[in-house]
């Protein structure tokens, strides 16, 4: 990826094309342009960001979850523990690689970091209490001779800028692990490694106490964020008034989205030392990579999971995948049907593709947003559903409106408001004038592209995505004894007595669904449809930044929300109002924000939702009551939930990060793509 770009310095302005790798992002900051240390040149990339950022201080940054730690070398050579280099202060982490060609990747964060370096060498306050971090993700190239040339005079222990490697991929994974941060390395087409990763980019605030206060993807990662969350934390600890570590137990209605489980980061960190790893090592000549092979092949081990064999053979506490008799699960077509799921061209404009409402390393939903958004910031009125084991589902959507994945995909794919193809012949011609599909229907059906072809590939695909062999299955249905802790146990006993929730969520002999794949109604559509507007609404700015907007203001510039009456949408019965589809607990920590709407952001307040007995009103389902659960039965319960998270999440979200993505190549023929 090439670009034209402005350096400014000293002796004034110099115009060039260059290609947009990590040393040009640091703008040569560890070889003179910052010899002088008063001077600061606004690296050409970073843009306005449109609008005035929230005064620190006048929002929170909630608790995400405990800052992970590892082994690392620093760029001076010498082994350290992560954590002891920001403790005590203020930390923004970064993970890198110097080789990266991305502008939206590697060179992105280090530009952002680079322009937070100058405010820090402005703002004495800033210098004094933040510590930058970029730990590169390829150790085999980015040794610490070659941090320490990126980090020019920046080697000391008390530099504010660390730039740090591993001694081996082993201590590079645990960190990666622990931060939920996947890295699969490319190939081309010939299946031989090409030197870049797939990784998704993201970076870390982390305060003194050594919690993480906000991850920053591509969207939301710019200098004056960053700049005002720091402060934000500095005038939080000036005021006394520190977050707790456990914020749990608030009441359902005032749950914020912005209120992220720490349990999707627990529960990543739990299956990164699992089987998948042990399938990574043995004798892989490329075991010395961080993580092991990206997908080659379907049938085949795609960054450690078969996705062939996890259909054929599901993990314990599954039952059998149901299989139509005319769609038959082969290689080639989930080799096709994964292609397509992660193809923008099959919308529109080329922006939107099935990944993109459900994202494979956030539960294949979308953890960012309580409902997803479509083509153009189009909205979408409801949460999307996660793609986990729905080849076991009876009823698709949250109102049950479909019957089969071979063709659920026909609605998004039409919608004005989530892909916007105009129609399918249209959608049709144009994946058959694409050179990259020449061949593959025909392999995998024997017959061009066509309506039947493309939702069977894409549901073979989702047909794939199964996930078990949890602590709980191994505990109860493998018989091992410590696979689960006692509180999670003991939750369980709450899930089937006093709780009851095993009667919409029940547990089988031999496996476990986790749904009666019914519908019920929990007054959420109800109160949404029915209570009185608030005089003002929380609008998220960035995740984890949230302001009060009087709801007057909201209502001139909004659109009105869509009404939404659930399952009566389908079948025209007055008793279906708000009711909608059972979900299954599988994965249930990895798929916030939950409800048909998103609209509670954690387990905890699904479960003080539930604890309280919903929204009563007349067609409420009758199975709804007050519980009574104590504080510790609400923490077991949550417990209990948390070892449902399957053993295979991140081997199956590392195969769909290194999915190739049908882009459209700029200035190039509107059928070409690029697989990057």
């Given at each position: 990826m090439r670009g034209t770009w402005v350096s400014r310095g000293r002796t004034g302005f110099a115009v060039g094309r260059l290609t947009l790798s990590l040393a040009s992002a640091l703008l040569g900051a560890g070889t003179g342009a910052l010899a002088d240390e008063h001077e600061h040149p606004r690296s050409p990339w970073v843009e306005d960001l449109g609008y005035a950022p929230p005064a620190p201080g006048s929002y929170r940054l909630p608790v995400i979850t405990p800052a992970a730690d590892g082994r690392v070398v620093a760029a001076g050579g010498e082994p350290v523990a992560l954590r002891t280099l920001f403790a005590g202060e203020i930390a923004l982490l970064s993970f890198i690689y110097t080789q990266c060609s991305d502008a939206r990747g590697c060179p992105m964060a280090t530009r952002v970091l680079h322009e937070v370096e100058g405010a820090m060498q402005d703002d004495p306050v800033l210098r004094q209490n933040l510590r930058l971090v970029s730990l590169s993700f390829d150790p085999r190239r980015d040794t610490p001779e070659v941090m320490a040339g990126y980090a020019g005079g920046r080697t000391t222990r008390d530099s504010g800028w660390q730039f740090l490697t591993t001694a081996s991929p082993a201590d590079l994974r645990a960190i990666l692990a622990g931060y939920g941060q996947y890295v699969v390395p490319e190939r081309n087409a010939q299946g031989e490694l090409t030197g870049n990763f797939a990784h998704v980019l993201k970076v870390f605030l982390i305060d003194r106490q050594q919690r993480v206060r906000n991850i920053y993807s591509v969207s939301f990662l710019h200098p004056a964020l960053v700049i005002n969350d720091v402060k934000t934390l500095l005038l939080e600890e000036q005021q006394g008034g520190l977050v707790d570590d456990d914020n749990r137990y608030v009441s359902a209605t005032d749950a914020r989205p912005h209120d992220l489980p720490e349990a999707v980061g627990a529960a990543l960190r739990r299956v990164e030392v699992n089987e998948v790893e042990a399938r990574r090592s043995g004798a892989d000549p490329d075991a010395g990579n961080p993580t092991a092979h990206p997908p080659q092949t379907p049938g085949g081990p795609h960054a450690g999971v078969d996705l062939l064999a996890s259909a054929a053979d599901p993990p314990l506490g599954l039952p059998p995948v149901p299989v139509p008799n005319d769609n038959a699960v082969t290689e080639a077509k989930v080799r096709l049907g994964r292609k397509l799921f992660y193809d923008r061209r099959l919308s529109l404009n080329n922006t939107m593709s099935c990944a993109m409402c459900h994202v494979p390393d956030q539960g294949f939903t979308s953890n960012e947003l309580a409902t997803a958004v479509g083509i153009e910031g189009r909205t979408v009125r409801r949460n999307s559903p996660t793609i986990y084991n729905a080849a076991y589902l009876e009823h698709l959507f949250h109102d049950g409106r479909d019957s089969a994945l071979e063709t659920q995909i026909l609605g998004p794919m039409l919608a004005a408001n989530e892909m916007g193809n105009p129609s399918m012949g249209w959608l049709l011609n144009r994946i058959r004038a694409m050179p990259d599909y020449h061949g593959l229907f025909e392999a995998a059906f024997g017959r061009p592209a066509d309506v039947q072809t493309l939702g069977q590939a894409i549901a073979t695909y989702e047909r794939t995505l199964v996930s078990a062999a949890s602590p709980f299955d191994r505990w109860y249905y493998g018989e091992e004894r410590d696979a689960m802790s006692p509180r999670a146990i003991r939750g369980f006993a709450v899930f089937q007595g006093k709780a009851g929730c095993v009667v919409c969520h029940p547990v089988g002999e031999d496996h476990a669904l986790f749904t009666d794949q019914g519908f019920h109604n929990t007054g959420i559509g109800w109160h949404k449809a029915m209570a009185l507007e608030p005089e003002s609404r929380p609008v998220q700015l960035a995740p984890g930044v949230e302001v009060d907007v009087a709801s007057e203001m909201i209502n001139s510039v909004a659109e009105p929300p869509p009404a939404d009456l659930g399952r009566y949408e389908v079948t025209q019965d007055p008793a279906d109002r708000w009711r909608y589809r059972t979900p299954s607990l599988r994965n249930v920590a990895l798929t916030a924000p939950y409800m048909h709407d998103g609209s509670l952001a954690t387990l905890d307040a699904v479960v003080a939702f539930?604890?309280?007995?919903?929204?009563?009103?007349?067609?409420?389902?009758?199975?709804?009551?007050?519980?009574?659960?104590?504080?510790?039965?609400?923490?077991?319960?949550?417990?209990?939930?948390?070892?449902?998270?399957?053993?295979?999440v991140q081997a199956l979200v590392a195969d769909g990060l290194a999915a190739p993505r049908g882009e459209m190549v700029p200035d190039g023929p509107a059928a070409a793509s690029s697989t990057r």
């Open positions: 539930y604890n309280q007995g919903g929204h009563p009103h007349e067609l409420v389902d009758p199975l709804l009551h007050p519980l009574g659960l104590s504080d510790d039965d609400q923490a077991a319960l949550v417990a209990f939930l948390n070892a449902l998270t399957g053993d295979n």
